[in-house]
Nanobody, 114 residues
Framework: VQLQASGGGLVQPGGSLRLACAAS????????MGWYRQAPGKQRELVST???????DYADSVKGRFTISRDNAKNTVYLQMNSLKPEDTAVYYCNIVTKAVPYWGKGTQVTVSS
């Protein structure tokens, strides 16, 4: 299973970015798809997850600003990030869980700066 993330970049405070992560390989049902992030000097933290049935969970710091979604036919998870803040700067990692096994993407850099 391989995960390919895209959509990171440099954006000004208040701006928006949309991350995408496509899973490929021999994949059965993906129970959970999600995004985590790691800022310099900090531990990796949960940003958001979405289950196969569409139930979502968000970190308090991103509620109301970020929206997670998934396309099961394409094995792809998205993260729409609005009203970005400098503290959102981090490497964002996508994660999937299939047959109780987690897989991680390589990460995409998001930098929020003026």
């Amino acid at each position: 299973v391989q995960l390919q993330a895209s959509g990171g970049g440099l954006v000004q405070p208040g701006g928006s970015l949309r991350l995408a992560c496509a899973a490929s390989g021999t994949i059965f049902s993906i129970s959970v798809m999600g995004w985590y992030r790691q800022a310099p000097g900090k531990q990796r933290e949960l940003v958001s997850t979405i289950t196969l049935s569409g139930s979502t969970d968000y970190a308090d710091s991103v509620k109301g600003r970020f929206t997670i979604s998934r396309d099961n036919a394409k094995n792809t998870v998205y993260l729409q990030m609005n009203s970005l803040k400098p503290e959102d700067t981090a490497v964002y990692y996508c994660n999937i869980v299939t047959k109780a096994v987690p897989y991680w993407g390589k990460g995409t850099q998001v930098t929020v700066s003026s």
